[in-house]
C-alpha cells in the first residue's frame, strides 16, 4: 500500500489513496457554488499522484525513521495530467505546496519532469491502486470562465484556494486521528439573538437619529431578500450602518442558503471596535466555538503547539479559523481580504474560496485605493456570477465606482431607497470654512480653545499633529496618530470616551485615524483641507448622537501644513478645486458623485498595470505588484504600558534574540506595542543609536517613548501617514 503521510499520534499512516479520494470530495464539494465540480474533482484527485512513486514511498519512511533529507517532486504526475485535461489548471496542481507560477515556468517544468522519464512508475501504481488517469470525457467549465481570461483567472484562483484547504484539511483530520473541532452557532441562531437584541433598541426614542437608524434597519430586512449581486449601503456617518450591515448579511444569507458573512474594514482599529460590536450582540456563555472571527495581523492567533498545551478547543477552532475562514461571521481588514485574493502563495490563498456562497461586506468603500480600483473592482463585480456571492459596497461617502469600466457594466442595488432623505434627517453639523487666508497653527488652536473644553482637531500628517499639540500647550490634551503603539492608541480613545461621557474637558490632535468608524462625538471638529471623503468622515465625529440642534465643523487650511504624497495629495486638490468652485453641500448624499468622478478620472486606475497580467496568468508578478500597503516599513517594538506589560514586551523580544520558544507567538505578543515607520527613518534612528536590530524588519526602540506623543525621534516623518 502507497502512504500520503506518516503515522500521527495514533499510530497509523495515511493510505493515499484515502487521502486523493477525500480531497477530490472535498474540493469538489468546495467548488459546487463555482460551477466547477468536476474540473475541481480531478484537480484533487491528481493533486499528490506522483507520491504513488517508489521513490517518494522510500523517502517517507526514511523521513519517519529520523533520516532527513530533502524529498523527490511529486507534484510533475498529476500537474502532467492536469495540464492535458485541465489546461491551466495544472499551475493549481504544481503550486499547491510552493504557490501559483506562470505558464512559461510550468510549460518549462513539465517538458523537463516528462523527459526524464520520471512519470511512468506513479502512473503505473496509481493504475494499480484503480486510480483513474483520465476523465470519462470532456469537462465542463463555467461558460464565462471559457470566453474570458479575467474570468478563468478569478476561477483558477478560488480552485487553488480550494485545492489548497482540502489538501490542509485532510491531512490535518489524519494528523488529529479523528478529533473534530467544535462548530459555532450556525447562521439562524445569530439571527434570532441579533433580532432579540434590536428589540431593546427599536422604538425606544423617538429622536430623529433613532428614527432614522430604525428606518435604515428595517430597509436592510426588506433589501435582504433581493438577489445575490452588488448592493450598496450609504448612510451617513452615525446611521448605524454596522448594525444594520450585519442585519442584511445574515438575513441575505439564510434567505439564499450562503454559508457566512465577511466583513472587510480598512483599519485594525475599526476592526477590533466591529469584532467587539458584533460579539456582544452574537456571542453567548457556552457556545461550543466562537460566532465571529477577528482576522487581521493583530489579532494574536498562535501557534499549533501552544493550542495543544493549553487543550482548549475555542483557542484550536480559532486558529483553525483563522487560516480558513470557516466561520459564520468573519470581520477582516480590507488589505488581509485583497492581498489574499491576489497572492500567489499557498497559505493566504487557502482561505479565499470561503468568498464563495457568502456576503462580503465592503465597510468604508470609499478607502478602497484609487490606483488599484481596476483589478479590485473586476474581481468584485465577477463574484456574484462566479462564485453566488453578493457584495455590499458600505459607506458615508458612496464612490462613483460607476466611472470605472470594470464596474460601470454591473448595476449595483441601493439597500436603502434615496439615502438622500436620511442624509437631510441625519444633518447633525455646520460647516465654516477657514481657507483663505490659511491659518497658523496658534490660530488653530486658538480656535480649539475657544470652541469649548471638548474638541478634536483632525490634521494630514503626524508632524502637524505635534506642531498643533505645541501650539495648543494644553497638558491635558491627548493625540491618536500612528506615533503611537496600538496598546496606546486603544487606551487613549478609552480615556476620550471616557472623557466625553462624562462632560470632562476633553482636547484631542490626530491624524486620519481617527476618521472612519471610530465611534467619537465631539461638539467641536476642526478638519485641515484634505480629501472630500476624508472630511466629511470628520464631522461624522461631531454632534454624532444629535444631542446639539448643530455641531460645529470648522475646515481650514494650514499655512505650515503638509500632505501625503500620492493619491492623498491628488484627492486634496480634487477637494480644492470642487470647493472653490461652490455649491457643494457637504452634508448631502451627492456630496461625493462630482468628487469621485473628478478623482478617477485624474487617477490611473490601474496604474501597476494588474489586468495585463491577470490576463497573461502571471500570478507572481500580479502579486508581487498588487500592494495596498507599500512595503517600505519597518516594525518598531516600543516600551509602554503597565510594568506588567514592560515586563512582558521584555521577554518576548529576549525570547526572539536568543531564538527561544514559539517565533510567531512572540511576534503576535508583540504586535500591540509596534510602531511601524518608514526604513529611511528606521535606518537613521539605528545610525543614531536609538533602535536596534532585533529580526530583520523588527527593531527595539531605545530612545524616549512619550506619554502623549508616543514614539519620540527628531522626524516624525512628515510625508507619511501609515495608517
Not at 486606475?605 to 507572481?620: V, Y
Not at 533602535?691 to 522626524?715: H, K, S
Amino acid at each position: 500500500m502507497a502512504y500520503a503521510h506518516s503515522a500521527n499520534a495514533a499510530g497509523r499512516r495515511h493510505a493515499l489513496e484515502d487521502h486523493l479520494y477525500a480531497v477530490a470530495e472535498t474540493c469538489a464539494r468546495y467548488a459546487a457554488p463555482l460551477d466547477a465540480v468536476a474540473p475541481a474533482y480531478w484537480l484533487g484527485l491528481w493533486h499528490d499522484l506522483g507520491k504513488f512513486s517508489p521513490a517518494w514511498q522510500e523517502y517517507l519512511l526514511a523521513a519517519e525513521e529520523g533520516r532527513r533529507r530533502r524529498g523527490p517532486d511529486h507534484k510533475a504526475a498529476g500537474a502532467s495530467l492536469a495540464a492535458r485535461y485541465l489546461g491551466p489548471l495544472a499551475l493549481a496542481a504544481r503550486g499547491h505546496h510552493g504557490g501559483l507560477g506562470t505558464r512559461a515556468t510550468l510549460h518549462g517544468w513539465l517538458a523537463e519532469a516528462g523527459g526524464r522519464d520520471s512519470l511512468a512508475a506513479p502512473y503505473d501504481a496509481a493504475r494499480a491502486a484503480g486510480i483513474p488517469l483520465a476523465p470519462d470525457g470532456p469537462l465542463a467549465f463555467p461558460p464565462e470562465a471559457m470566453q474570458d481570461p479575467l474570468a478563468f483567472e478569478l476561477l483558477l484562483r478560488l480552485l487553488f484556494s480550494a485545492l489548497v484547504d482540502a489538501d490542509w484539511t485532510d491531512t490535518a483530520a489524519h494528523r488529529a486521528a479523528g478529533r473534530l473541532p467544535p462548530r459555532p452557532p450556525d447562521l439562524a441562531t445569530l439571527w434570532r439573538r441579533l433580532e432579540r437584541d434590536q428589540a431593546r433598541l427599536s422604538g425606544r426614542r423617538a429622536d430623529p437619529v433613532n428614527l432614522a437608524r430604525h428606518a435604515i434597519y428595517r430597509a436592510c430586512l426588506e433589501a435582504a431578500e433581493g438577489p445575490v449581486g452588488l448592493y450598496r449601503l450609504t448612510v451617513p456617518t452615525g446611521g448605524g450602518k454596522t448594525r444594520s450591515g450585519l442585519a442584511f448579511g445574515l438575513r441575505h444569507a439564510l434567505h439564499h442558503g450562503l454559508e457566512r458573512v465577511i466583513v472587510a474594514i480598512p483599519y485594525i482599529s475599526i476592526t477590533e471596535q466591529t469584532c467587539q460590536a458584533y460579539r456582544a450582540i452574537l456571542e453567548e456563555e457556552g457556545d461550543a466555538a466562537p460566532a465571529v472571527l477577528e482576522h487581521h495581523s493583530s489579532a494574536g492567533w498562535r501557534t499549533e503547539e501552544e493550542d495543544e498545551e493549553d487543550g482548549d478547543p475555542r483557542v484550536a477552532w480559532a486558529r483553525l479559523a483563522a487560516e480558513t475562514w470557516d466561520a459564520p461571521v468573519v470581520v477582516t481588514t480590507t488589505v488581509q481580504l485583497f492581498e489574499s485574493l491576489f497572492s500567489r502563495q499557498t497559505k493566504p490563498m487557502r482561505k479565499i474560496h470561503r468568498l464563495a456562497n457568502a456576503v462580503l461586506v465592503l465597510d468604508e468603500a470609499q478607502s478602497l485605493p484609487p490606483h488599484l480600483l481596476t483589478p479590485i473592482l473586476d474581481v468584485l463585480a465577477r463574484l456574484p456570477a462566479a462564485c453566488h456571492t453578493s457584495v455590499v459596497l458600505s459607506t458615508a461617502t458612496q464612490p462613483a465606482f460607476g466611472a470605472i469600466p470594470a464596474f460601470g457594466q454591473v448595476p449595483a442595488v441601493e439597500i436603502v431607497p434615496q439615502p438622500e432623505r436620511h442624509f437631510e434627517g441625519l444633518r447633525r453639523v455646520a460647516y465654516e470654512f477657514r481657507t483663505d487666508p490659511p491659518l497658523g497653527w496658534e490660530e488653530v488652536a486658538a480656535l480649539m480653545r475657544e470652541g469649548g473644553e471638548q474638541a478634536l482637531a483632525v490634521v494630514n500628517t503626524k508632524r502637524d499633529a505635534l506642531a498643533l499639540l505645541d501650539a495648543l500647550a494644553d497638558p491635558a490634551a491627548l493625540h491618536l496618530s500612528t506615533l503611537l503603539c496600538g496598546a496606546h492608541r486603544k487606551d487613549v480613545l478609552e480615556k476620550v470616551r471616557r472623557r466625553l461621557a462624562a462632560g470632562e474637558p476633553c482636547r484631542l490632535v490626530a491624524t486620519q485615524v481617527v476618521e472612519a468608524g471610530v465611534d467619537l462625538d465631539f461638539p467641536l471638529v476642526l478638519r485641515a483641507l484634505g480629501p472630500l471623503d476624508a472630511i466629511i468622515q470628520a464631522a461624522g465625529r461631531c454632534n454624532r448622537e444629535g444631542r446639539l440642534a448643530a455641531g460645529r465643523v470648522i475646515v481650514f487650511a494650514p499655512r505650515d501644513g503638509g500632505l501625503p504624497p500620492g493619491a492623498y495629495r491628488m484627492a486634496t486638490g480634487v477637494t480644492q478645486a470642487l470647493l472653490a468652485a461652490g455649491d457643494v453641500d457637504l452634508g448631502g448624499a451627492a456630496a461625493a458623485e462630482a468628487y469621485y468622478r473628478e478623482l478617477y478620472d485624474t487617477a490611473n486606475t490601474d496604474e501597476r498595470d494588474i489586468q495585463r497580467l491577470r490576463r497573461a496568468f502571471d500570478f507572481p508578478e500580479v502579486a508581487a505588484r498588487f500592494r495596498l500597503i507599500e512595503e517600505d516599513t519597518e516594525g518598531v517594538v516600543v516600551h509602554y504600558g503597565s510594568e506588567e506589560d514592560l515586563r512582558k514586551v521584555k521577554e518576548h523580544l529576549e525570547d526572539l534574540r536568543r531564538a527561544r520558544g514559539s517565533p510567531v507567538a512572540a511576534l503576535r505578543a508583540l504586535q500591540p506595542y509596534i510602531v511601524n515607520l518608514r526604513r529611511a527613518v528606521a535606518e537613521r534612528y539605528r545610525r543614531e543609536g536609538l533602535l536596534v536590530e532585533v529580526l530583520p524588519g523588527l527593531g527595539e526602540w531605545l530612545g524616549a517613548y512619550d506619554p502623549v506623543r508616543g514614539l519620540a525621534g527628531r522626524d516624525p516623518e512628515a510625508e507619511a501617514l501609515i495608517i
